[in-house]
């Protein structure tokens, strides 16, 4: 079925088209009907499923066709989500699927100036997408009225829950009218996240994608077993054999990320960080150029995992195993998102093996590997253009060495 068979408003469609949503996803095929009728969901979709999109058509589709009172100036639909990248991209989501449509869409997060988006309340706001922290401190402060608030949406509940945000949402969730519609999505599901789910959705819709395989099909992920301190020869001749590929390269700390940079900068190869120490504006701006293809390497940690949808990721390099096994899933679900095919490397030293068993077992399945010849090896550190390192020839030297004391030795 096409959305432009869905009954859905006229415009929606034309966004959608424009966009190059023709037919739904897996998730959206599933979740949107439910949602119109005004039902509770509760949906576990790994993210690059077209989750957004699943919640925002029929939300926009509701609160476009039921308008507001004028002197209403409560928030229609809250949608909480657990960190600043993530706000922004949803309500990327919301503002393209709504364009032109005459509803309001407001966008918080803590550290950003309150100002204006409290004269933006005060004029009534359809739908407001935030963190819960700031949500909990606008309402604290009263600006925010949720007396005739219709929809909830939480996104990605299991993050929320592992940074903490909690109370928040219970808090936020105590002043919503009594009856309203909850719509709540995970990527994973365990007993933590079923006793919140439960004790804020009624009767929900259970939708569950493949729960077998949490990595998504589009994706083609394999593990390569390569030493530590040769990881950043492999890096760089991944990156100069796909010269015209967007790669995420993914590291376990932000010191990490800057050292793999300064390397790759050694080389004459640029790239972008993104880790916990950048300020927003810096974050917004790397993720443009990113975005944009500027420059079209992005080193990353953990941290901004979640919030990444940047469309055409070609590759995303594991150049550090994640310390969380389901970091892995979400780590790899920045490729291949939609409709794209992508594609996952796991670089792994014997000293990580351990964590891959770990990962392995969360999948469920061995992770496939790319077998790399010993010659093919070498070849990759001869390759380096960093000066003062001819590694071809230490290891040669290293290879004679050996020769030479084992000769003695008879
Ligand atoms: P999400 O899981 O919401 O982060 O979405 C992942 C990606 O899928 C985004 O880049 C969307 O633009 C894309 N997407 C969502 N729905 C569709 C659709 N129906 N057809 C094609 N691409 C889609």
Known sequence: MKFSQYHISDRIKKNLHELGFLKPTDIQYKSIPSIMKGEDVLAIAQTGTGKTAAFAIPIIDKLYTKRRHRDNKSVRCLVMVPT?????????????????LPLNILTTFGGADQTIQIEALKKGVDILISTPGRMFDLRAQGYLDMSETEVLILDEADHMLALGFIKDIEDVIKHLPRKHQTLFFSATIDEKIKDLAYSIVKNPIRIQLSPKDPVSKNVDHQVAYIEMDDKRFFLERMIREKIESKILVFVRTKVRAER??????????????MHGDKHQEDRLEVMELFRKGDIKVLIATDISARGIDIPGIHYVINYDLPDVPENYVHRVGRTGRGAERGHALTFCAPEEKPVLEMIQG??????????????DYRMTLALTEEVNTNWQKLLDEAAEMKQKKRKKKR
């Open 260 to 273: 793999v940079a300064k390397a790759m900068e050694r080389v004459d190869i640029k790239t972008l960080t």
């Open 84 to 100: 600043r990248e993530l706000a922004v991209q949803i309500s990327e989501v919301f503002s393209k699927i709504a364009k032109s």
């Open 362 to 375: 969360f999948l469920g399945k061995e992770i496939k590997q790319m077998e790399i010849d010993k010659s």
